[in-house]
């Protein structure tokens, strides 16, 4: 979701935000969340400057820190399959790395349905930011360990040493959580 670019170059239109939201109806009850401040926030910035944003990173422009932290803390879409897009179409290792480095931090559950796939890539830093990713989602709380059984059993019987070594840590951490519930 993205506004016009008179919107992005003017005041910004709070009402229009919310009703494309769904945080305001026809009857004027209004509702929020910060997950639909985040949204409104990607939606004043704009699709395409945090698909920029991403291959800003993604080229280890300088900023870039900033960039991987903005991109954490709002978690857009655009942003997520942008990375996706890299990893899946650029041709430079090092960029599909970096991309999924990426991903590792701005996924949400929306991101699940492509970890098996990246667990599967021959490429070895491909597979240990995919365990990685699958630890943000359940440390951060953005996905239920239930959500990602398949994907603790592939990595519990994978190859890679690092992805074995992240599902211990996983498991770890979930069985503390778990004990201390």
């Avoid at 993604?58 to 900023?63: A, D, E, I, L």
């Avoid at 991987?68 to 990893?87: D, F, Q, T």
């Avoid at 990246?118 to 240990?128: A, K, R, Y």
């Avoid at 951060?140 to 992805?163: A, F, G, R, T």
Wanted: negative net charge; charged residues 30%; contains cysteine.
């Amino acid at each position: 979701m993205a506004l016009s670019d008179e919107m992005n170059q003017g005041e910004i239109d709070w009402t229009a935000i919310a009703r494309t939201l769904g945080a305001l109806d026809d009857d004027g009850r209004e509702w929020g969340s910060s997950t639909t401040a985040r949204e409104a926030i990607c939606m004043i910035i704009g699709t395409k400057h945090l698909r920029a944003a991403v291959d800003h990173y993604v080229s280890q422009q300088k900023g870039s820190e900033l960039v991987r932290n903005v991109l954490w803390l709002l978690h857009p879409w655009c942003a997520m399959e942008r990375c996706y897009e890299i990893y899946q179409n650029e041709k430079d290792p090092d960029a599909r790395v970096e991309a999924i480095e990426l991903l590792r931090v701005v996924a949400d559950r929306r991101a699940l349905p492509w970890i098996k796939g990246l667990l599967e890539d021959p490429d070895d830093g491909i597979q240990c930011w995919s365990a990685g990713i699958v630890d943000q989602l359940l440390w951060s709380h953005l996905v239920d360990p239930e959500e990602c059984e398949e994907l603790l059993q592939i990595m519990k019987n994978h190859p890679n040493k690092e992805v074995l070594e992240r599902y211990s840590f996983i498991m770890e951490f979930l069985n503390e959580r778990e004990n201390d519930s």
